[in-house]
């Protein structure tokens, strides 16, 4: 996610934006929307620019020819083959670049990206929900799923879903997000015997194209999902890091693990999260609700009260919702 | 608390608030602040001006007195004494009155003695720390019991703190709320056997007198205690109700059961307090951490959580407390 804005003499001339992947990057937008006045103009732009020949020609290219005079930038690039070399070719076509203005948040506008860049795993998020007395519920606050609610805008900012299978068959109507023009993440599950899944019922083509199964050779995912045409992968065990493993071929930088429906299911891959030093982010919502100690998901109450690894939060803050109480921290 | 202000052609003339029980009303403070400047003014006062001679003279006639044009009140009096006669006494001298402008606001400010006064019974508040995976923690985030910290704020907003015995024993130093000129609130106690109140320290005359302690006749509190002069008040059978019962008697609007220290102690009166109805409120802080689930509490943990009543939680909504995560809501 890539902004950038084109000032000169003080006014705004040029806005622009990188929409997805495989389309011209925000400075190419924002050069086109400033036209001549680029020309002695400051370009802003929330990451380094780009100085490889990928899909589109290298921004650093663009911008030279624009004639921009000064470059600030809000960070580098941890791509290795941008890492400042693209303000390295900047600053040799005499533009005046400066680095690192407002950096933590363009960080976390990437922080996805960045880990995936830095680590080669994709960046993994806990999503639950606490009552006040501290159960998790298998509830999500009114609204939260519909255009700005933060669920409809965590399913966005995701690449793929980590579910329960009772919420793929009961709920998959409300596992999309509502954000206009959103991408959808890939909702994966797994099976166990003997799988819910084979109660899934009818799915659209689009539906089944989203969807998809970890099983190994024991499991019976049932023939109701072979039917659907809904793809299934038979690992040798299935484990957090073979889910994030086959994400990560995927080119996928992000993924949701959702403690919803049927917790049983996510109880182990809940432990791997954290034992396995897997988690980099929680988003934790507060109902406004004292109970909750139903019997269903008691070995998920143990599970995420006895994971006890002492492990400090950082920045954990409150995420403006429309009077929801949404918390996110950093593992 | 109350306040009042008064304006004359759309500027500030007097403000005055009423400091504490025996002294003058915020009417009083305010008008003699305005001076001539009165006449033909407005007040806005958050809670309808008093009629009867109590300690001071009615703020009724003192209104009408400096020939105040128009009263506008935040909420009538809860208080039988008052209620309502205050602005009819207002009205029958020929003033315009106003009422509930901005009611729940001025509601809130005084949501313990409004309690109070409906239902003969103090406000109950229970405050606890929680980890963000749910488990109750015997711990305060940094600073908040300095001046201007959430926890400094409830000791002084409360009438009595309810707290455990090893909580007195260790930490009695900073169960003072450090507001400036805060009363500080009488701490209550219970003893058990054997009691570790027996190791209570050797305490100023201060501290002593504002230390209250229950116990029953099997209970030893210890020598300790009584050379000290604390006062030991022994009950039938140490509950809640019991606890609340005295408090009433003292007069006191608003208690604080606090879950910290040595959680066994609380047991009981946290159950009470659920499945009695006893309670009014909660306020919550959530700590950074990912943790908490030592054995030391584990009775506390399993009573916060099974003590499901599918109660709903009013009003959930974060204090605004430097960089804390506190929620606070109404039951």
Redesign the interface.
Known sequence: MVGCVIVKDGKIVGEGFHPKAGQPHGEVFALRDAGDLAENATAYVSLEPCNHYGRTPPCTEALIKAKIKKVVVGMVDPNPIVASKGLDKLRDAGINVTVGVEEELCKRLNEAYIHQMLTGKPFLTLRYS?S?????LDQLGEGVTEAGGYYSQLLQEHDAVILSPTLLIDKLSILASQEPGAKQPLLITTARNPSPLTRIPALSTEETANVIIFTDKEMDVGERTAQQGIETVVLDQINLNAILEYCKRQGFCSVLLDLRGNFGDLEELLKQS?EQNLLQK?V?E?L???????SDNENL?VA???????????N???IISD?K?V?E?Y?
Chains 1, 2 share one sequence.
Do not use: E, F, T, Y
């Not at 006040?132 to 998790?136: K, R, S």
């Not at 406004?288 to 139903?294: N, V």
């Not at 995420?304 to 950082?314: A, E, H, M, Q, W």
């Open positions: 606490l006040v007395n501290g159960n998790v954290i929680i934790m507060i406004p609700i004292w109970g909750g100690s139903d109450q995420i009260k006895s994971l006890d690894r002492g492990l400090k939060v950082k954990l803050q409150p009077k109480i918390l921290g593992l």
